[in-house]
T-cell receptor, first 114, second 113 residues
Framework: QKEVEQDPGPLSVPEGAIVSLNCTYSNSAFQYFMWYRQYSRKGPELLMYTYSSGNKEDGRFTAQVDKSSKYISLFIRDSQPSDSATYLCAMSSYSGGGADGLTFGKGTHLIIQP | EAQVTQNPRYLITVTGKKLTVTCSQNMNHEYMSWYRQDPGLGLRQIYYSMNVEVTDKGDVPEGYKVSRKEKRNFPLILESPSPNQTSLYFC????????????FGPGTRLLVL
């Protein structure tokens, strides 16, 4: 199965707060984990990707993958109003013999209140 | 500038009138795909292509066709559009078939009457 679960929100937090966004999945074959940001009426923009388990940090953003729990997270520190957007998680498995494509969560709508 | 372009950006058409949405990327990516995005359903893959002349169905391929005659272009064809194909469509490309560096186009908003 390819199901990815993501709380749609909206999630509303004050400016400067730490934001935690999460996805759970059921397919243990997933190896690549991505987070996208999508502003209204725009295409998704890749924020970060992680291969297998572990953490990855890029500026105010930190991605975590826990394959044992089938759970991924995106943390945003010092959140800004410009971070207000829909955040999509995505994941894929690549066996080398073909592509399964990306499976997306339905997105969490995040609102940062000034 | 590295980018994925789509045309048209907005399209209103009628049931049964064939249409093509073009997609082009300038990053020399081998992997390209088409998605549709609907409220409450999220992004769903329609078709993907691993290279020139290599295409395969995604999760929701019914009613769509694609072709990949050149590496940079991946048009989406609706031979006989129906109202349930009203949606927001995105083309995407990535260097790897794993899709971990996938770039999306700006989207095409389609309304089928």
């Amino acid at each position: 199965q390819k199901e990815v679960e993501q709380d749609p929100g909206p999630l509303s937090v004050p400016e400067g707060a730490i934001v935690s966004l999460n996805c759970t999945y059921s397919n243990s074959a997933f190896q690549y984990f991505m987070w996208y940001r999508q502003y209204s009426r725009k295409g998704p923009e890749l924020l970060m990707y992680t291969y297998s388990s572990g953490n990855k940090e890029d500026g105010r953003f930190t991605a975590q993958v826990d394959k044992s729990s089938k759970y991924i997270s995106l943390f945003i520190r010092d959140s800004q109003p410009s971070d207000s957007a829909t955040y999509l998680c995505a994941m894929s498995s690549y066996s080398g013999g073909g592509a399964d494509g990306l499976t997306f969560g339905k997105g969490t709508h995040l609102i940062i209140q000034p | 500038e590295a980018q994925v372009t789509q045309n048209p950006r907005y399209l209103i058409t009628v049931t049964g009138k064939k249409l093509t949405v073009t997609c082009s990327q300038n990053m020399n990516h081998e992997y390209m795909s088409w998605y549709r995005q609907d409220p409450g359903l999220g992004l769903r893959q329609i078709y993907y292509s691993m290279n020139v002349e290599v295409t395969d169905k995604g999760d929701v391929p019914e009613g769509y066709k694609v072709s990949r005659k050149e590496k940079r272009n991946f048009p989406l064809i609706l031979e006989s559009p129906s109202p349930n194909q009203t949606s927001l469509y995105f083309c995407a490309s990535s260097l790897s078939v794993a899709g971990e560096t996938q770039y999306f186009g700006p989207g095409t908003r389609l309304l089928v009457l």
